[in-house]
């Protein structure tokens, strides 16, 4: 399953506190939100953190983030790979500062055999950057004369995909009431089913998840059969 964390800014103007205080109530509520998505098995969960949009907010708002970013991976680290979780980035984290960039590259390696469950974060991620990394790559390929034209097909295209190595997308979850994907798992979102909902994203605990879990599992999915 995946998340589109949105409302943060929202949460925290309701209660006349800074954009910041509403990313730090999202930071938390993604921990909580990993560890209710283990509780219920989920095999993976992928959380769109920030998109290669977001780099159009002010400096001040990036800044914020990113301290967010290097303090939770350096306080969660021990605690996901005890866990057994493996963390994956999405998306080109290098275009932050080079500390962060580090952190999150050693906690990939570093949990890179866990098994138990992947946590994907999607980090300077666009979707159509995604493809077009993509077709870049096949085009090299064919270039060199790796590959056929002809022999580009839909399994191809995903292996070539940021999300190469996750299971098919299943869930994907809106959360503060928007209903748009904002560039995120364009390609992957095909047969996924969408759950829109209200709840501002720091407020989103254990319950919405179970909550959301049951709505899934109530779907009929018919992938264009009878
Ligand atoms: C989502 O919350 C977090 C990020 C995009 C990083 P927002 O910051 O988009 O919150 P709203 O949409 O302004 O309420
Ligand atoms: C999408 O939320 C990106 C993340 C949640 C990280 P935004 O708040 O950036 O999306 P828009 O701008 O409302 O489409
Ligand atoms: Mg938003």
């Known amino acids: 399953m995946a998340i589109i964390m949105d409302g ?3 949460w925290a ?3 006349g506190l800074p954009r910041a205080a509403g990313h730090r ?20 969960l992928t959380l769109y953190a920030f998109s290669s949009e977001n780099w159009r907010r002010p400096a001040s708002e990036i800044n914020d983030l990113t301290a967010l970013l290097r303090f939770y991976v350096k306080k969660e680290f021990e605690s996901l790979h005890r866990e057994g979780i493996r963390l994956k980035i999405l998306g080109d984290h290098t275009a932050f500062e080079a500390d962060v960039a580090r952190l999150v590259d050693d906690a990939v ?10 946590v994907a974060i999607a980090l300077n991620y666009g979707a159509r950057g995604e493809l077009a990394n993509a077709m870049r790559r096949l085009a090299a390929d064919v270039a060199q004369g790796r590959l056929q034209p002809g022999d580009i097909d839909e399994t191809r295209i995903e292996a070539a995909l940021d999300t190469h ?11 503060s009431g928007e209903q748009r994907l904002s560039n995120f798992l364009l390609w992957q979102a095909a047969y996924a089913e969408l759950l829109f909902i209200e709840t ?3 407020d989103f605990d254990g319950d919405s998840m179970r909550a959301a879990l049951h709505e ?5 999915r018919r992938y264009g059969g009878l």
């Open 216 to 220: 899934f599992a109530r779907r009929e």
């Open 165 to 175: 190595d996750l299971p098919p997308l299943d869930l994907l979850i809106r959360t």
């Open 8 to 10: 943060n800014g929202r």
């Open 109 to 118: 390696a570093r949990t890179s055999a866990n098994e138990r469950m992947t």
């Open 200 to 202: 501002l994203w720091p």
């Open 25 to 44: 109530a999202g930071a938390e509520a993604a921990r909580a939100a990993v560890r209710a998505a283990g509780e219920a098995g989920v095999e993976c």
């Open 13 to 15: 103007k309701a209660r």
